[in-house]
Structures are given as structure tokens and as C-alpha cells.
């Protein structure tokens, strides 16, 4: 994905990763309101805590201004999607529920991160 400069310099609530992100959030709480996991608290509190630090993340970098504090916190951002990913293959693993959709959503959103985050350091 190709950020515009006018995207980074727009603020954070009409970036298409924060937006995306926020997505992510209505995708996981669906996912934790299923049985059997909602019965899993310990899962369900770990896996929503990283999926908010990926908005509350690119939020924080937004509001930084040097470029190494925003790149380091969308270094957050990033390890907050392979965090959900993790969460994700347990979820499949020990429920036998079927996420790859989910999974392949934080796959891509980790890499336009990323892709933003690169943008920004030129």
C-alpha cells in the first residue's frame, strides 16, 4: 500500500490503518463473545488488551514528533498485530474454531503498518 503525504499528515482518526484497526477491535469482540471462549477470561482479557494497543499505538504515534518516537510506536502497533495473531492460532488451536479470516485481517494490517511507518522515516 502507498501512503500520500496529505494521509500523513491528516490526523490519526481518518488513517486508514486507525480505522482499520478499529475494525480489528469490532472483529476480536465478536470472536470473545463465542462460546467457549468467552468462558476463557484469562484469553479474552489478553487478547483484547492487544488488539486496543494497536489503535491506542498508532493513536501515540500520531501524536509524537520526532520520527523515531512515531516509528517506535508503530513498532508497537505492528508487534500488537503479531500478538493478536498469536492469540488468533491459540484460539484455533485449543477450540478448534476456525479464524483465518481474522488471522489473515492482522497479517495484512501489521504490513500496511509497517508499509506507513517506512513512509514515514523517508
Not at 484460539?91 to 478448534?96: A, E, K, P, R
Request: net charge positive.
Amino acid at each position: 500500500m502507498v501512503f500520500s503525504k496529505i494521509q500523513i499528515m491528516s490526523g490519526f482518526e481518518d488513517l486508514r490503518i486507525y480505522k482499520l484497526a478499529l475494525e480489528g477491535c469490532r472483529l476480536i469482540y465478536k470472536i470473545t463473545l463465542k462460546d467457549p471462549i468467552k468462558r476463557d477470561y484469562s484469553l479474552v482479557d489478553q487478547i483484547k488488551r492487544a488488539v486496543m494497543s494497536i489503535a491506542a499505538n498508532i493513536a501515540e504515534a500520531y501524536g509524537r514528533f520526532t520520527t523515531k518516537d512515531r516509528s517506535q510506536f508503530l513498532t508497537y502497533a505492528i508487534g500488537s498485530c503479531n500478538e493478536v495473531v498469536a492469540f488468533l492460532d491459540i484460539i484455533d488451536t485449543i477450540y478448534n474454531i476456525n479464524v483465518s479470516q481474522e488471522k489473515e485481517f492482522f497479517l495484512s494490517l501489521g504490513k500496511q503498518i509497517f508499509s506507513f511507518r517506512k513512509v514515514l522515516n523517508q
